[in-house]
């Protein structure tokens, strides 16, 4: 009986071994729509009703900067910030700039009267990586018959949590209040993970 049991242990032994063990799974740490008026942890920026989208943090000429400190803990290897960037109705070649960790990470520039924006992933250090896609264009939040549109786009921000301050940051050069035109944030999720 005693080799049994110990020909069985080494058999289970066997088996263990190699095998890693997941100490800490995802986690959901924020997420925030902005309904409601609620801002989370969100400093800066105006919560606004804009038609078409509900309420959303906009930045415009009036508050043209804004901020989210993120903690993901220490049980993380990385931190995933998902969130829709919009630009919205009248840019005169202006710009909206995301940054993760003070690195510039996402620019957009965009003129009504010249179509598209252009919007571009910044390459920067290899602990960060930046996922793009435009979801939607719309006819103009607030000129009806005008030929301004708005444009949203889904972003996705891995970044190495790594002891650093991880603050995801939004601003830009708009200069006119959030009824003419402004650059918004949305749809916010962040979550703690230990794989990329």
């Not at 997941?22 to 606004?48: H, K, P, Q």
């Not at 290897?77 to 690195?103: H, K, L």
Request: glycine share 12%.
């Amino acid at each position: 009986m005693s080799a049994g049991v110990q020909n069985t242990s080494e058999d289970i032994e066997d088996a263990l071994t190699g095998i890693d063990v997941t100490s800490a799974f995802e986690r959901l740490v924020a997420s925030n729509d902005f309904t409601n008026g609620e801002r989370g942890d969100w400093i800066g920026g105006v919560i606004t009703e804009i038609e078409g989208f509900g309420e959303i943090l906009a930045l415009s000429g009036r508050s043209d900067m804004a901020s989210l400190p993120i903690d993901v803990g220490t049980q993380h290897d990385y931190a995933t910030v998902e969130f829709d960037m919009i630009m919205g109705d009248s840019w005169d070649n202006e710009t909206g700039t995301i940054s993760i960790a003070g690195q510039d990470v996402v620019v957009g520039t965009h003129s009504w009267r010249e179509g598209e924006p252009d919007v571009r992933v910044i390459e920067g250090d290899n602990d960060t990586s930046v996922t793009l896609t435009r979801t939607s264009v719309g006819s103009g939040s607030f000129r009806t018959g005008g030929s301004s549109a708005d444009y949203t786009y889904r972003v996705k921000v891995v970044a190495a949590n790594d002891g650093r301050e991880l603050t995801l940051g939004a601003s830009t050069t708009l200069n006119s209040p959030t009824h003419d035109e402004f650059f918004g944030i949305d749809n916010v999720e962040v979550r703690g993970t230990n794989t990329p």
